[in-house]
């Protein structure tokens, strides 16, 4: 993976603590959006830890221009965000992040959260990720209806599908969502992997903003 961050001592920490893993290890690191985005062409990591708050170019821009580049296509980023005072989260989603962590981060979490995303799946905690989309798309004014090719995609979704969408914006596992639903963890995975398709969106993060962008969960 490559570590994005200008505080070197802060990129010195996450790669002791990723590369103290058998299964994970940093190929790369940076200090600048710039430096990252020539990196990422580099070595085709599976995934990025992006700091947003970057010189020359920030996170925000690295982040779109990686997951817009076909090239890139199995490359994933994390941002990393002090989320009180990081208004541009949401921003970093939209770019095409796959989620953010704090830079408080635990190490257990880390480790979790860049697995998981590694696996295809997306870092969307219901205390951090709702509470961000929520702050920012109801009192921020940003909430809007729809346009005709966002309604287009909605239309393609089942009433199952649309309510596994909505049962992605609480933040929940697969196995979560399967209990809730009563219907197995790979039935869940079918149609989340449907949602994601018909969306035509990268991953959970992304259906969770797009249904909030169109206002389907109030």
Same mark, same amino acid.
């Given at each position: 993976m490559l570590l994005a961050d200008d505080q070197a001592l802060l990129r010195a920490g996450f790669a002791m603590v990723i590369d103290s893993q058998p299964d994970l290890q940093v190929v790369d690191q940076a200090g600048n959006g710039q430096?990252?985005?020539?990196?990422?062409?580099?070595?085709?990591?599976d995934v990025v830890l992006m700091d /947003?708050?970057?010189?020359?170019? +920030?996170g925000l821009e690295a982040t779109r221009r990686i997951t817009e580049d076909p090239a890139l296509s199995r490359t994933?980023? /994390?941002?990393?965000?002090?989320? +009180?005072?990081?208004e541009y989260a949401l921003e970093a989603l939209r770019a095409g992040a796959s989620g953010f962590?704090?830079?408080d981060?635990?190490?257990e979490a880390l480790l979790d959260s860049i697995r998981t995303v590694t696996t295809g799946g997306a870092v969307i905690a219901p205390t951090t990720t709702r509470r961000l989309l929520d702050s920012t798309l109801r009192?921020?004014?940003r909430r809007r209806s729809p346009d005709a090719e966002q309604q287009q995609r909605l239309d393609r979704l089942t009433n199952r599908e649309r309510e596994i969408l909505l049962e992605l914006a609480t933040g929940d596992s697969n196995t979560e969502i399967a209990a809730r639903l009563f219907v197995s963890e790979a039935t869940v995975k079918t149609h989340v992997g449907q949602v994601l398709a018909k969306l035509e969106?990268?991953?959970?993060?992304?259906?969770?903003?797009?249904a909030y962008e169109t206002g389907l969960v109030a």
């Open positions: 430096d990252a985005l020539a990196a990422a062409c580099a070595h085709h990591p /947003i708050r970057m010189p020359i170019m +920030d994933r980023v /994390i941002v990393l965000t002090t989320f +009180d005072t990081d962590l704090l830079k981060v635990k190490p009192d921020g004014g969106v990268r991953d959970r993060v992304q259906a969770v903003v797009y």
